[in-house]
């Protein structure tokens, strides 16, 4: 089917990705665009060409073409996203959507009490539900003795779409379900020209506080790296985590 009148919408959308990827402006969340795909999908179609009034005001070499371009109304809708996009909203759904069906490896430092350490291993996110993501990492723990210990975790994330936050449970051995919250996931305000997303949060185990610190790391549309960070106070410990984890190679 002929679309010639969608050509200044192509254009339109070609200059966003050119932009996208020179880094002029934030990347944009795929909700978001998806929203406004469908958005142009449910327009009402209208004729080509309107041939009775174009007709009566051309001549007879004129080329026919109506002047039905909404230039505002595009410029609206966009600056409209972009403000969306800039105030970081939906963040958390698209860092839950770069971590689905993801493998990674890791390196993690342990440095303080009750003892100094070094973790490689490799990390998997698996969908359990649609808003939920099974974490499960294996690795061989060396401490400063050079004693070695094979080392396993599981951890359950779930996305709150109503909130756009990111919470992690524990998860409960025997029915391999979510059980109590270790904490949620609250990100930042991001530098307009920064790559980078970073989060927090909190968690209060008995006596023993940890602050836990994210940092997401996107190429382009691709989240390339993140880091977790814990840092555990408490009567018995008092000692900083830090992981980096980096997509796994086939």
């Given at each position: 089917m002929y679309r010639s009148l969608y050509w200044p919408i192509i254009?339109?959308?070609?200059?966003?990705?050119?932009?996208?990827?020179?880094?002029?402006i934030s990347i944009p969340l795929q909700q978001i665009c998806f929203n406004m795909e469908h958005h142009i999908q449910?327009?009402?179609f209208r004729s080509q060409f309107d041939l009775p009034k174009e007709i009566l005001s051309t001549n007879?070499?004129?080329?026919?073409i109506p002047t039905q371009n909404q230039t505002e109304l595009i410029v609206d809708e966009m600056n409209s996203i972009c403000?969306?996009?800039?105030?970081?909203?939906?963040?958390?759904?698209?860092?839950?959507?770069s971590l689905n069906e993801s493998k990674w490896t890791f390196e993690r430092i342990l440095k303080g009490k009750p003892c100094d350490g070094i973790?490689?291993?490799?990390?998997?996110?698996?969908?359990?539900?649609?808003?939920?993501?099974?974490?499960?990492?294996?690795?061989?723990?060396?401490l400063s003795s050079e004693k070695q210990f094979d080392i396993t975790q599981k951890y359950i994330?779930?996305?709150?779409?109503?909130?756009?936050?990111?919470?992690?449970?524990?998860?409960?051995?025997?029915?391999?379900?979510?059980?109590?919250?270790?904490?949620?996931?609250?990100?930042?305000?991001?530098?307009?020209?920064?790559?980078?997303?970073?989060?927090?949060?909190?968690h209060l185990c008995n006596q023993d506080y940890y602050f836990v610190s994210y940092l997401f790391v996107?190429?382009?549309?691709?989240?390339?790296?993140?880091?977790?960070?814990?840092?555990?106070?408490?009567?018995?410990?008092?000692?900083i985590s830090k992981t980096i984890f980096q997509p796994l190679k086939n």
């Open positions: 254009k339109l959308q070609f200059r966003c990705v050119v932009a996208i990827f020179s880094n002029h449910d327009q009402q007879t070499n004129d080329t026919t403000k969306e996009v800039n105030n970081d909203r939906s963040i958390a759904d698209a860092i839950f959507r973790v490689h291993g490799q990390a998997q996110f698996n969908i359990s539900q649609s808003n939920e993501l099974i974490y499960k990492e294996q690795g061989k723990l060396i994330y779930v996305y709150n779409k109503n909130e756009d936050v990111i919470n992690v449970y524990f998860v409960d051995n025997n029915t391999n379900k979510r059980s109590l919250i270790f904490h949620t996931i609250y990100f930042q305000s991001k530098n307009f020209l920064s790559n980078e997303w970073i989060a927090n949060g909190q996107f190429n382009q549309i691709n989240l390339s790296r993140f880091e977790i960070i814990y840092t555990v106070k408490g009567p018995t410990k008092d000692y």
